[in-house]
């Protein structure tokens, strides 16, 4: 990284593949220095990071459970020494699983709850308290959410409360010009998305969008990139629903 070039810094959970790894590549093009946050893919994120490095960019591969708030706290510790005190947060980690509610198990229900509604909270909660003024805070829900599917019960609660945080975390940061915004994500084509989905299933998720296809993880990132970015100073509390008009 130049030491002569102040770059703005942010962090994207869960960035090791995916729609996370889209988004750190996307972020670095747009001149943000990145850190990748992961759990367990250590080869996968540090390639990512090799990559953006090789490229130009300033990017640091960090490992932190974000369900654990004191991973969480290290991380910001270890970004802010490597990097430089944050700028933007994108919280992409999340899990998903499926079973009817009847057969929902404790752990599982720990599980998802812990990854995508307190990891989100862990990582919101020290974004308030340590990144600069002018920040931008981007979470992630999901249009289950409005389709109210079976076998969704649990999981579009762990999207309803993350909306509910951003709401709230939007006015409570008044003073700050931090923003505070949820991409509602539609069908996309990822691993964690197509695992265990047949052909048949694939297809039909695929025809259900008007657009009549799968989003890509590009179509993400790019949404990502408006809201971190001088376009979307006057968007703030809002949920943006990027789901190729499926709901």
Known sequence: ??????????????????????????LAKEGFAVAINYASSAKEADALADELCAAGSAALAVKADVAKSDDVHRMFDAV???????????NNAGVLSTPPLADTSDAAYDRI???????TFNT?????????DGGRIVNFSSTR?????????????????????ALVCAK???????????VVLGPVATSLF?????????ASFSKMPPLERLGQPDDI???????????????????????GGLA
């Open 1 to 26: 990284m130049n030491q002569t070039e102040k770059k703005r810094v942010a962090i994207v959970t869960g960035a090791s593949r995916g729609i996370g790894a889209a988004i750190a590549r996307r």
């Open 172 to 182: 409570e940061l008044r003073g700050r010009n931090i923003t505070v915004n949820t």
């Open 194 to 202: 197509l695992e265990g989905k047949t052909d048949e299933q694939i």
């Open 124 to 132: 919101m909660r020290e974004a308030a308290a340590r990144m600069n």
């Open 221 to 243: 990132a790019s949404v990502v990139a408006f809201l971190v970015g001088p376009d979307a100073a006057w968007v703030n509390g809002q949920s943006l629903r990027a789901n």
């Open 80 to 90: 802010e020494a490597q990097l430089g005190k944050v700028d933007a947060i994108v």
């Open 145 to 165: 959410l409005a389709l109210k599917l079976p076998g969704y019960a649990i999981y579009n609660a762990t999207k309803a409360a993350v909306e509910a945080l």
């Open 113 to 119: 709850f812990d990854i995508n509604v307190r990891g």
